[in-house]
């Protein structure tokens, strides 16, 4: 693995679902909970549909720049699925934005914890920056960054590849210089386009090595370089 540290850089910004959790394993886990839940009331199955179009109507809209994207984002699947817009708001926070959150802990590739403790150790800016609100998903992992930032955000409301929530952070941390700042992300199509568009350093998540040693890795590379 190339050793990006030898640049000293200044902040490391992640992204989150898939970068620092092995998101496979969630889905696994939140597909049984749902078959469960559903299986019992097959009258509320229409619920299923709902977060099927939430996230398509999001997928669709990558780089999309507009005014409240919060609420824009419940609006899409509404007007898709004919649900209005109170019901589309309390599937989609229960199943997407609230009860996987549990799972996030055991979730999380090996070494993630280790390598911030090692960024903070050497004065490093930490940051994540999500599609998705982070917030609660960081509290629920127990980790803690130094800044957060979400697309839906008020001041962003901007969809990756967009590179607005990151030059956001960049502003925010007074990074005047972006060859110091470092994005590691798992979509290369998003993230990595992202990174591009704000001139910033990139890792892409080898999905396949982050079960195992991929962030450890990180770790050791990060630990050869000297103060």
Same mark, same amino acid.
């Given at each position: 693995m190339e050793n990006f540290f030898f640049n000293k850089p200044q902040i490391v910004v992640f992204d989150l679902d898939g970068t620092l959790y092995e998101q496979a394993k969630l889905r696994k886990i939140m597909l049984f909970k749902l078959?469960?839940?559903?299986?019992?009331?097959p009258w509320k199955f229409s619920d299923i549909l709902i977060l099927y179009h939430f996230r398509k109507e999001r997928e669709q809209r990558a780089g999309l720049q507009g005014a409240d994207l919060n609420e824009a984002q419940y609006r899409w699947c509404s007007d898709k699925t004919g649900k209005d817009l109170s019901?589309?708001?309390?599937?989609?926070?229960?199943?997407?934005?609230?009860?996987?959150?549990?799972?996030?802990?055991?979730?999380?590739?090996?070494?993630?914890?280790?390598? #911030? !403790?090692?960024?903070?150790?050497?004065?490093?800016?930490? !940051?994540?920056y999500s599609d998705y609100d982070a917030v609660k998903k960081l509290e629920y992992m127990q980790l803690a960054v130094d800044i957060v930032v979400s697309s839906t955000?008020?001041?962003?409301?901007?969809?990756?590849?967009s590179p607005k929530g990151l030059n956001y952070i960049l502003s925010t941390m007074e990074i005047t210089d972006?060859?110091?700042s470092l994005f590691i992300g798992d979509r290369d199509e #998003?993230?990595?386009?992202? !990174?591009?568009? !704000?001139?910033?350093?990139?890792?892409?998540?080898?999905?396949?090595s982050a079960r195992e040693d991929f962030y450890l890795r990180l #770790?050791?590379? #990060?630990?050869?370089?000297?103060?």
């Open positions: 078959l469960g839940y559903y299986m019992l009331r019901t589309v708001k309390k599937v989609v926070d229960k199943w997407i934005l609230n009860y996987p959150n549990v799972y996030l802990k055991e979730c999380i590739y090996p070494g993630v914890i280790q390598f #911030l !403790a090692e960024l903070k150790e050497r004065d490093i800016i930490t !940051a994540v955000d008020f001041n962003i409301n901007s969809f990756k590849p972006k060859s110091k #998003l993230d990595g386009k992202c !990174a591009e568009n !704000a001139g910033v350093p990139f890792i892409l998540v080898d999905k396949q #770790l050791s590379n #990060l630990q050869n370089i000297k103060n």
